[in-house]
């Protein structure tokens, strides 16, 4: 089982519609959940990040973090044909590390 | 600089060489962290800085890999005898320091032939 668990996708949802992305982690000792979108050939990019149970909303986007069940996820409303990317769930323990799940295919559908 | 700097942006070498990939962090920045991303994987990590020394390198897959930063800025990862299992892509990200935000270069393309 790997540490960080996503679905791997690809998801496609039609533009304008609510695209929700999904990261289970093992480690209970994780403190700081990130969330990167990663365009094809191009590097990750931090768009959210979460440290508290709950929800953390910035624009179009939402985290939502649940420690109790190891699960953080990523929602984006109205969505754009250029959010298509990979996101990438990302998870540190405190310790500077960060491990990455292998991410979700997003397709945004015009 | 304004970002986070990593030359050569592509490298092709033979298998048994050594190669050097460069990473110039963001000014300031005292953490600094290498990845190693395959096609279809995420980010694995390989080695983490804190100012000069290594305080992580628990990802680094054998000793063949190494990494320094000397002066607690620049960084390189040097790969001795390569072999083709080492092409990938070698991402380099600083941040303030630990648990803060991680800006990530556009990478070294790495391919072993």
């Known amino acids: 089982q790997k540490e960080v668990e996503q679905n791997s996708g690809p998801l496609s949802v039609p533009e304008g519609a609510i695209a929700s992305l999904n990261c289970t982690y093992s480690?209970?000792?994780?403190?700081?959940f990130f969330w990167y979108r990663q365009y094809s050939g191009k590097s990750p990019e931090l768009i959210m990040f979460?440290?508290?149970?709950g929800d953390k909303e910035d624009g179009r986007f939402t985290a939502q973090l649940n420690k109790a069940s190891q699960y953080v996820s990523l929602l984006i409303r109205d969505s754009q044909p250029s959010d298509s990317a990979t996101y990438l769930c990302?998870?540190?323990?405190?310790?500077?590390?960060?491990?990455f799940g292998d991410g979700t295919t997003l397709t945004v559908k015009p | 600089g304004a970002g986070v700097s990593q030359t050569p942006s592509n490298k092709v070498t033979e298998k048994g060489k050594y190669v050097e990939l460069r990473c110039d962090p963001i000014?300031?920045?005292?953490?600094l962290y290498w990845y190693r991303q395959s096609l279809g994987q995420g980010p694995e990590f390989l080695i983490y800085?804190?100012?000069?020394?290594?305080?992580?390198d628990s990802g680094l897959p054998n000793d063949r890999f190494f990494a320094v930063r000397p002066e607690g800025s620049v960084s390189t990862l040097k790969i001795q005898r390569t072999e083709r299992g080492d092409s990938a892509v070698y991402l380099c990200?600083?941040?303030?320091?630990?648990?803060?935000?991680?800006?990530f270069g556009q990478g070294t393309r790495l391919t072993v032939v």
């Open positions: 990200a600083s941040s303030l320091g630990p648990n803060t935000e991680a800006f």
């Open positions: 480690d209970r000792g994780s403190q700081s």
């Open positions: 979460i440290y508290s149970n």
């Open positions: 990302a998870v540190d323990t405190n310790a500077g590390k960060s491990t």
């Open positions: 000014s300031g920045h005292t953490a």
């Open positions: 800085f804190q100012g000069t020394g290594a305080a992580d």
